[in-house]
Structures are given as structure tokens and as C-alpha cells.
């Protein structure tokens, strides 16, 4: 069990800690919730112990299946121990179906399911709103070199595969989805986490948002939506 120690930084749904074990930090998953870069802001009941119990859940199958991820264990019901990250400021979106800003942006209905994966990269920077760029961007930038690019491609389209299938058995399409990476002893990871926070998952047929649109969209039942995954993936309520 590693000892917790110093608070080292604080985000819109969690705070990470340093503890006694060098190159690993805690991660406490809050209640809080934001939306539309901050501009709305509200809390979800139980929302820090759902997304810490769903994305260890995720982390350990995406280890299984090789894709190298921060995860080390469950602490807690709220608190994860991760590998210490160099974040490379490049989040990756993954879309397989139209919704929200893509269906805004081309005019496109949401519910369209796309004839293979969108891969879009956005500038991880609070302050501007993590803007939309492109590899251009990131190469004059210096933000990631060419090889951690052709990386990160490889490794978001292989968690994409392997979530669909794994989702597909839950009665769940995933829509959407965000990634992001960082760098730990030399190699690239995934860090961050994988929730109803940064995932759009719909019901397969009914497609009921089971996620934080319901949140952004005031659409009710926000805390029942997170609960009905965690059930979905694990056969356990909580």
C-alpha cells in the first residue's frame, strides 16, 4: 500500500497526490462535474467512486490486452494508483458515431454511424478551451515527435477495436471516446481515465445516453446513468 503524501495537482474531477513510492502518484476521483470547458458546474452523487471503480475495470482489460496504461491498482472505491506521467498535451477523440460537436461542426445528424473511426487531435490547454489541431500543429509545436504520433494512432484505434467488442457483449455502443497519453521510463502510455466523463455510451437499442451528456444536456437520471454502466460492466450495483 503506498503511503499518500503532498497534493501535487488538482482538475476539474480529480486530485493527484504524491506517496512514498517514487514514480507513483494516487489518484482521488471527485464528485464534481463541469461541462462546456467549465462554464457549467455541478456535482454528481458518487460520481468520483463510479469513475474510479468503471475505469479500473477498463485499465485492466486494455492491459490484458496489451496496451500498456498508468494503472496499478485500486486503492479505494475513489482512489487509484497510477504511474507517474510526462502528459504529451495532445488529447486523442476517437469517434465511431455523430454526436455532439462533430454533428454541430459538419452538419451531420447525431446517431450516423461513421464507415471507420474519426481520429481527432485537440491542444490539452484548459486556459484556450483545448482547441482542435492537426499533425502540422503538433509537429511545429514540438508537442509529440512523428514516432510517439504514429504511436498514439496505433494504440487509439487498438482500444478502439478492442472496447467496441468488449462493449458490444454489454449492450453498449460506444460513440465516443477521449485518450490521453504520457510518457513513463521511456515508454509511451495511456493515462488519464476511461469513464461515462470522457465517453459517450448509448444504450444499443434505445440509445439512452448511459453518460455526462445527460449532465450537459440536463437530461435527469445523471446518476442512475453512471450506475447502469458500472452494472453493465462488472453484473454489481452499487
Known amino acids: 500500500m503506498a503511503e499518500k503524501r503532498e497534493q501535487l495537482y488538482e482538475g476539474k474531477a480529480k486530485r493527484v497526490y504524491r506517496t512514498d513510492r517514487p514514480g507513483l502518484y ?16 455541478g456535482s454528481i452523487q458518487n460520481k468520483g467512486v463510479l469513475n474510479n471503480l468503471i475505469s479500473a475495470v477498463f485499465f485492466r482489460l486494455l492491459e490484458e490486452k496489451g496496451i500498456p496504461t498508468h494503472f496499478v491498482e485500486q486503492v479505494s472505491d475513489r482512489e487509484m494508483l497510477v504511474k ?18 462533430l454533428s454541430k461542426r459538419l452538419g451531420v445528424p447525431e446517431g450516423k454511424v461513421l464507415t471507420e473511426p ?33 504511436r498514439i494512432t496505433e494504440l487509439s484505434l487498438k482500444v478502439n477495436k ?14 465516443d471516446f ?27 437499442v434505445t440509445h439512452e445516453k448511459l453518460d455526462k451528456d445527460r449532465f450537459r444536456r440536463d437530461l435527469g437520471k445523471v446518476e442512475e446513468a453512471y450506475e447502469e454502466i458500472y452494472r453493465r460492466l462488472t453484473g454489481k450495483s452499487m
Open 162 to 175: 478492442i472496447l467496441l467488442e468488449y462493449l458490444a457483449d454489454k449492450n453498449i455502443d460506444l460513440v
Open 26 to 41: 494516487l489518484v482521488d476521483y471527485k464528485d464534481d462535474a463541469t461541462a462546456f470547458n467549465g462554464a457549467k458546474k
Open 84 to 101: 507517474a506521467l510526462d502528459i504529451i498535451k495532445v488529447e486523442v477523440v476517437v469517434r465511431n458515431i455523430v454526436a455532439g460537436s
Open 118 to 150: 474519426i481520429l481527432e487531435f485537440y491542444y490539452k490547454d484548459d486556459d484556450l478551451g483545448d482547441p482542435m489541431i492537426n499533425d502540422y500543429h503538433i509537429r511545429a509545436l514540438g508537442l509529440a515527435t512523428p514516432a510517439q504520433m504514429n
Open 178 to 204: 477521449k485518450l490521453e497519453f504520457g510518457v513513463h521510463g521511456g515508454e509511451l502510455v495511456l493515462g488519464d481515465e476511461i469513464s461515462p466523463d470522457n465517453c459517450r455510451f448509448w444504450d444499443k
